[in-house]
């Protein structure tokens, strides 16, 4: 069980919109709809903005959005804030009812 | 308002287990539509999901961890817990607490973490 592959960071300004992949296997993101995304800010817990590839949970700003090819997810912010600087984990189901994580990606909005 | 708490020893000597509780209030541990998960964060580093258990007792592990890791379920005390033996250095993490919607990947209620060191 390997973790997933998420670019180390991502940057980008006020306004603009930036996507973050995470790329797993046929055993995991690519066989199952069961990813998600979750912001974390220093000293935090996680907190889940897109569950099931591309659900929102209610309260989380519609500038998130999740979707999925193949056996790669991602996370697209638009409109980007600086309220959006954060760490942004993904997270897939794996058979036998385990789950695996990516390494994590650090989001600097400039 | 659900909330999870962590609790247990912030310093554990290697070697020895480490062992969490997590409370759970405003909400059945009993739940047939939720699961109750540890995952840990080593300090300045990714997330590793630990394992999970239902109401039942029912158990899943990371295969890198399931021959250290216990999980357990106490309905009467509205609690589970997690037990990890042989700790070691690479043990040191915050430990959290989370709960996640069955039939889907929404971990939605969390702890707020607990750090525990294992000293030498």
């Known amino acids: 069980q390997s973790a997933l592959t998420q670019p180390a960071s991502v940057s980008g300004s006020p306004g603009q919109w930036i996507t973050i992949s995470c790329t797993g296997t046929?055993?995991?993101?690519?066989?199952?709809?069961?990813v998600s995304w979750l912001q974390q800010r220093p000293g935090e817990a996680p907190k889940v903005m897109i569950y099931?590839?591309?659900s929102r949970p209610s309260g989380v700003s519609n500038r998130f959005s999740g979707s999925k090819s193949g056996n790669t997810a991602s996370l697209t912010i638009s409109g980007l804030l600086a309220e959006d600087e954060a760490d942004y984990h993904c997270?897939?189901?794996?058979?036998?009812?385990?789950?695996?994580f990516g390494g994590g990606t650090k989001l600097t909005v400039l | 308002q659900l909330q999870l708490q962590e609790s247990g020893p912030g310093l554990v000597k290697s070697s020895e287990t480490l062992s969490l509780t997590c409370t759970v209030s405003?909400?059945?541990?009993?739940?047939?539509?939720?699961?109750w998960g540890w995952i840990r964060q080593p300090p300045g580093k990714g997330l590793e999901w630990i394992g999970c258990?239902?109401?039942?007792?029912?158990?899943y592990y990371n295969p890198s961890l399931k021959s250290r890791v216990t999980i357990s379920v106490d309905t009467s005390k509205n609690q589970f817990s997690l037990k990890v033996s042989s700790v070691t250095a690479t043990d040191t993490a915050v430990y959290f607490c989370?709960?996640?919607?069955?039939?889907?990947?929404?971990?939605?209620?969390w702890g707020q973490g607990i750090l525990v060191t294992v000293s030498s």
């Open positions: 405003g909400d059945s541990i009993s739940s047939t539509s939720h699961y």
């Open positions: 997270i897939s189901y794996t058979p036998s009812g385990t789950w695996v």
């Open positions: 989370a709960r996640r919607v069955g039939r889907s990947s929404w971990f939605d209620y």
């Open positions: 046929s055993s995991d993101i690519g066989g199952y709809d069961y």
């Open positions: 099931d590839v591309n």
């Open positions: 258990v239902y109401y039942t007792g029912d158990a």
